[in-house]
């Protein structure tokens, strides 16, 4: 088994392509700060799953008109990919947003939470403690 497969070198191409053709020809001005995060092709080269993130404000609704521009722009990225790399065929495109970072964040911050928390019963029961000490002396 060879250590890249060539799906994943694929994948790594249309990424790169992907973030740079979506920031300077895509001129729709409904679309946000978009960033690739991943991308996985299918086996036979006929799909790729190309997984944004937005910057800013991600309500449902802003996601869903996001993803509704990128697909409508999807034509023209497939034949901007098609100049740029030397594919016999190039996936058809199909993009999802990323749930994984805003999981993330939420995670980080809930861990933040419980670090401060923790803290404060600490320097609660510090407290306690010192009161304490006064009073038996």
């Not at 799906?7 to 249309?14: I, S």
């Not at 992907?18 to 020809?25: F, S």
Request: no cysteine; hydrophobic share 35%.
């Amino acid at each position: 088994m060879r250590e890249f497969k060539r799906t994943d070198r694929v994948a790594d191409q249309l990424q790169k392509e992907l973030a740079v053709l979506i920031q300077r020809e895509v001129k729709d001005p409904r679309l946000g700060m978009v960033t690739v995060s991943g991308v996985t092709v299918s086996r036979d080269l006929g799909y790729a799953d190309i997984y944004v993130t937005l910057l800013g404000e991600q309500s449902p609704e802003r996601i869903k008109e996001n993803l509704q521009v990128l697909k409508r722009a999807g034509g023209f990225l497939r034949s901007q990919i098609a100049k740029r790399i030397k594919l016999r065929h190039v996936p058809e495109l199909r993009f999802h947003f990323d749930e994984s970072v805003v999981r993330g964040q939420h995670l980080s911050s809930l861990i933040d939470e419980a670090l401060a928390s923790d803290r404060d019963r600490q320097d609660d029961d510090l407290s306690e403690d010192n009161a304490d000490n006064e009073e038996t002396r």
